[in-house]
């Protein structure tokens, strides 16, 4: 039989109950037959009881106990689908304000973003705030999704105002490729199957669009980054002398024969050999997990970051971040935290707070002195040893960095090095 | 000219490589939870892949309900030889023995939830700070909001509405003394991707997943097999039938479907073509609405 070659697709959804959201993933789901009898038979039943005419299709993104009693969603939920195609990875994500730091959560793995809009309200607030965290994230591409557009008589009008709209904010932001799509969710229209009752567009449906963007290019293939996990040493009587260092390339293309350095000490040397999960390579790329052995000898551990030495990272210990505050305990002045950065696990200090984005309207504002749940601010941090760092518009992988309280030891910021 | 991108089982391969080469950097005692079951074969030979050519350096635990399938452990300790591995044994038998939980009563007792206490009590009896096992996300609704690396209180509970943010591929497994970590890399592959995974690895499988003859109970819309742990209601009779598993949990609560499909290729083409969900089969999951998540927030895989 033969394996397929299709590639894997990840994309963030972000909106409200009320944009429509999870009727769009249901829908997605129902249409392109990923959804099992059992699972139907469920969501038919629990239709029934709420009342429902048909079936509910949001009731298939339906989580915790907590969720379904509320009505809402609080956590980012994983949803998956394959077409002939490709594999799909739906981080499903609530839409509140109050859940930003979920957005940011789900839109850090994610090759694209579904942004929804409710063709009777056009741009909101809201619609602005998605596309700036898909830009602050550096999604890649973004799919503007015009919904309901059943309830404005698929009138092509509506759709052309809100694409005018969002052009014109959006044009201030960093996204490269949007696109926009005229839908109904709740009948299927564009979604998976090309909608009759708008003829006048000329477009994909939104499954083709997913089905066929190009994303090989999301991934940075020209930095060669190699941050080391842990190092392979069998100290058996067949490899005996084998020091393989295990990692995953966070971008770029290494092959055996090239010249690189080891950071942060400096010392070079010489592939000699790349091991894949299913033997040697003759090259290597992001996002591969390796094992690279080299032709010297050199003190090699976690936390270490091999390179190319004709294109290497900047070393340094203090940083400029776009920082996200994701936990109910604000920032101290001057507090400490660990800092995980690829593979690295060291101190930091957050040594001043630059400014604020304030959510609603996307402006930069004086900061206060402390950082609170969702606030998102551009901070300077001082580590207590030099990290090797990217910008991430460049490099998401060493671009990117988490901070956690060591008191509590939970996950408390998100940061992108800028 | 090569190209330059993975295709969508090499990717998931490469992630899960990566978490469980992040659990051997960040923990000092990690696990695998092996049940014998087709997810925990397919974590383990991931490990011996990431580790290649270093012997997989953790320890497998198994959770021991008695109700067994024999092939289950037959397998297990075939498996257990080959890879040169210690083995963990937490014997839900010994937990009754010793009073720490009390058997189900009725005609749909299982030991199902008994296990829970006995992987707690394992995992502190062995100072296992991380556990990893083989939970996807497909699987079940909770299941959905699991994170790669999920943290469990002194208890061994979980905090669904609590989870750390996760990432990127950032992964903090920072804890302290009495808690753990539950850890899982094939969160992302589907039912599909692992049944494609096997065939294209050619990985060895108990043959129970394989069509086979046995003599079967029709319960609660499955074929239960017949096990000296059954007990017969009125009117239930013993069919023979060719069937096979969809996954391997206690003999007590474990049904088959009927099915023609006796090799991996044809496995991949029944489960392509499968309308029903794999835990449709599973009576534990169906006690309720929520029994999965119940379950989970008490310390369940």
Not at chain 1, 8 to 28: M, Q, Y
Not at chain 1, 60 to 66: A, I, K, P, S, V
Not at chain 1, 327 to 334: C, E, G, T, W
Request: proline letters at 3%; aromatic letters at 8%; one cysteine or more.
């Amino acid at each position: 039989m033969k394996i397929d070659n299709s590639q894997l697709l990840r994309f963030t959804t972000a909106g409200s109950v009320d944009d429509g959201k999870s009727t769009l993933i249901g829908r997605l789901l129902y249409d392109s037959k990923s959804i099992f009898e059992d699972q139907l038979e469920a969501v038919e039943n629990t239709s029934k009881q709420k009342g429902h005419e048909g079936v509910d299709l949001a009731l298939f993104t339906d989580g915790l106990r907590d969720e379904r009693e509320q009505g809402i969603t609080i956590d980012v939920a994983y949803r998956y689908f394959t077409t002939p195609r490709r594999k799909f990875i739906i981080a499903d994500t609530p839409g509140h304000i109050q859940y930003t730091r979920n957005m940011v959560t789900g839109a850090s793995t994610a090759n694209a973003a579904l942004i929804l809009v409710d063709a009777r309200h056009g741009v909101i607030e809201q619609t602005k705030r998605h596309a700036f965290i898909a830009s602050l994230l550096n999604i890649p591409h973004v799919i503007v999704c015009v919904n309901k557009m059943d309830l404005v008589d698929y009138a092509q009008e509506s759709f052309r105002a809100i694409t005018e709209d969002f052009e014109e904010f959006a044009s201030k932001m960093l996204i490269s490729d949007i696109r926009y799509i005229p839908i109904s969710a709740l009948n299927g229209d564009n979604v998976v199957n090309r909608s009759e009752n708008m003829s006048w567009y000329q477009g994909a449906p939104l499954l083709h669009t997913l089905e066929t963007m190009h994303i090989s290019s999301d991934i940075n293939k020209v930095d060669a980054r190699f941050p080391v996990q842990t190092v392979l040493r069998p100290q058996s009587k067949e490899h005996l002398d084998y020091r393989g260092y295990a990692g995953r390339i966070s971008s770029g293309v290494f092959r055996p024969g090239d010249k690189v350095s080891v950071l942060p000490s400096g010392f070079s040397s010489v592939i000699k050999a790349i091991d894949g999960p299913n033997g040697s390579l003759e090259e290597a790329f992001a996002p591969m997990s390796v094992s690279i052995t080299l032709e010297d000898d050199i003190d090699i551990s976690r936390g270490d970051m091999i390179v190319r030495t004709n294109n290497q990272p900047e070393a340094t210990q203090d940083l400029e971040v776009m920082l996200c505050w994701l936990n109910n305990k604000p920032s101290q002045p001057r507090a400490k935290y660990s800092i995980l950065h690829t593979t690295n696990d060291q101190k930091a200090m957050i040594k001043e707070i630059v400014h604020k984005i304030d959510i609603q309207t996307l402006n930069r504002v004086p900061a206060d002195g402390e950082l609170q749940m969702n606030d998102i601010c551009k901070v300077r941090i001082r580590t207590t040893k030099p990290l090797m760092v990217d910008v991430y518009r460049e490099n998401r992988t060493t671009g990117s960095l988490v901070l956690v309280d060591d008191a509590t030891n939970e996950t408390v910021a998100a940061g992108m090095i800028v | 000219m090569s190209k330059y991108y993975l295709n969508y089982l090499d990717e998931l391969e490469s992630e899960a490589i990566y978490v469980l080469r992040e659990v051997w950097a960040q923990f000092q005692n990690p696990v695998i939870l092996f049940s014998g079951g087709k997810d925990s074969i397919v974590v383990t030979h991931l490990a011996k892949k990431a580790f290649y050519p270093a012997r997989i350096p953790f320890a497998l635990m198994h959770v021991d309900t008695g109700h067994n399938f024999p092939e289950t452990i037959a397998f297990r300790d075939s498996l257990i030889e080959n890879l040169g591995a210690r083995l963990i044994v937490g014997s839900v038998q010994e937990s009754i023995d010793k009073g720490r939980v009390a058997e189900e009563r009725g005609k749909n007792a299982t030991r199902n939830a008994l296990q829970i206490t006995t992987l707690l009590d394992a995992i502190e009896d062995n100072k296992v700070d991380c556990a990893i096992g083989g939970g996807r996300r497909d699987e079940e609704k909770a299941r959905a909001k699991e994170r790669f690396f999920s943290h469990r209180d002194d208890f061994g509970q979980w905090d669904p509405k609590n989870q750390r943010p996760e990432l990127w591929n950032l992964f903090n497994g920072k804890h302290f003394e009495g808690e753990h970590f539950r850890v899982f890399p094939i969160s992302n592959w589907t039912e599909m991707d692992v049944w494609n995974y096997i065939l294209r690895e050619n990985i060895e499988i108990p043959s129970l997943y394989f069509a086979h003859e046995r003599e079967v109970v029709w319960r609660n819309n499955s074929w239960i097999p017949k096990s000296e742990y059954l007990i017969m209601d009125e009117g239930e009779t013993i069919h023979k039938k060719k069937i096979r598993f969809r996954t391997l949990g206690d003999i007590t609560i474990t049904g088959g479907i009927e099915s023609d499909a006796d090799t991996l290729e044809k496995i991949v083409q029944e489960v392509a073509a499968m309308r029903q969900t794999e835990r449709g089969n599973r009576s534990d999951d169906k006690r309720s609405e929520t029994a999965m998540e119940d379950r989970k927030k008490q310390g369940y895989f």
